[in-house]
């Protein structure tokens, strides 16, 4: 170990990433079987990078000349005893690199080690590989799966291939001043697979997702809740599916049966809609974390309300 720290600090390339001492890395490889892990500093899932085999061969232009070893720890260090590295060479040779346990990338995620090595072609014959480069990454965008990059999935996979909301009033379109005007809406309508709906009101649904990455990618589970929010144009506000109008029902007499607003002048009016999809994602066995909500386009209805005697229909 000191003779690795010694030689790293001769080429000035570990300053401030060295560890002397290191012996167990925090965060070596995955833990108890867990290849994804959670970040609430990156708001993403991540993973230690997959490390490289052996050396490359070469092909029919050659023996390979250079080679980009990566570690999934926080340490790599050259083979001893292996005679195609030039593990005891000069001083100014990298022989292995300790990433500081406790130092992170720009995400805030854990470093992982790298070297870069390079040989010689003399004679037609590759010589030793020598370290020449080494430095400590975090997990780059094949390891890495942001929130914001679940949500979209979800987004785009689901929600946008469902029906629009559609506001219903009723009886109809047109109603009377201080009269309760009743507002329903069916969405989500034609939720199928993937998707499970859970519950109908408040909207509630179960979609199992997948996000591609190379050396495998992330499974899990989105549980998603609508909150649907009503807007009129005299300023009331109303939250809910709501229901049609059910004969025999009176929003007077049943009150939080139905969505209503009453108008207290007359004209067009208009109603709008907003749905904001919000939720949790979970990939077993890790714990559920919060997706980044969804904001739908609001839809709108224009109404036209009457000044006349508050009469609802019963048919």
């Known amino acids: 170990m000191r003779r690795l720290a010694r030689r790293a600090l001769s080429v000035s390339l570990l300053t401030g990433l060295l560890a002397v001492g290191l012996v167990t890395p ?5 833990q108890d079987g867990i290849g994804w892990q959670y970040s609430e500093s990156a708001s993403g899932y991540w993973r230690p990078p997959q490390a490289t085999g052996a050396p490359p061969t070469g092909g029919s232009s050659g023996p390979a000349t ?5 570690s999934n ?4 260090l050259c083979p001893e005893g292996d005679p195609d590295f030039a593990c005891d060479g000069p001083p100014a040779y990298i022989t292995g690199i300790i990433c500081g346990a406790n130092l992170r990338g720009p ?3 854990p470093l992982f080690a790298w070297i870069r090595w390079e040989r010689e072609i003399v004679g037609g014959e590759p010589g030793p590989w020598v370290g020449r480069e080494a430095d400590c990454e975090e997990p780059g965008d094949d390891d890495f799966i942001p929130m914001q990059e679940i949500s979209w999935e979800v987004n ?13 009033i009723s009886p109809n379109a047109r109603t009377l001043i201080n009269l309760p ?3 329903s809406t069916n969405y989500p309508a034609g939720i199928g697979p993937p998707a499970t709906v859970l519950s109908q009101d408040p909207p509630r649904i179960s979609i199992p997702i997948h996000i591609d990455r190379p050396n495998g990618g992330l499974d899990g589970e989105i549980t998603a809740e609508a909150d649907l929010t009503w807007t009129f144009e005299d300023g ?6 709501g229901r049609p109008y059910v004969s025999g029902r009176l929003p007077e007499n049943n009150p939080g049966f139905y969505v209503t607003n009453t108008f207290d002048r007359p004209g067009q009016k208009t109603v709008t809609l907003d749905v904001r999809w919000t939720g949790d994602v979970t990939v077993p066995p890790l714990a559920p974390e919060q997706i980044v909500p969804v904001n739908l386009p609001a839809v709108t209805e224009d109404v036209e309300v009457l000044e006349n005697s508050p009469v609802l229909s019963k048919d």
């Open 26 to 30: 925090a965060y070596a490889g995955p």
């Open 66 to 70: 250079v080679f980009v070893q990566r």
């Open 73 to 76: 720890t926080n340490e790599l």
């Open 107 to 109: 995400r805030g995620l």
């Open 156 to 168: 785009y996979q689901v929600f946008q291939q469902l029906n629009a909301p559609a506001i219903q």
């Open 181 to 183: 005007t009743i507002v």
């Open 236 to 241: 009331g506000t109303a939250t809910g599916r």
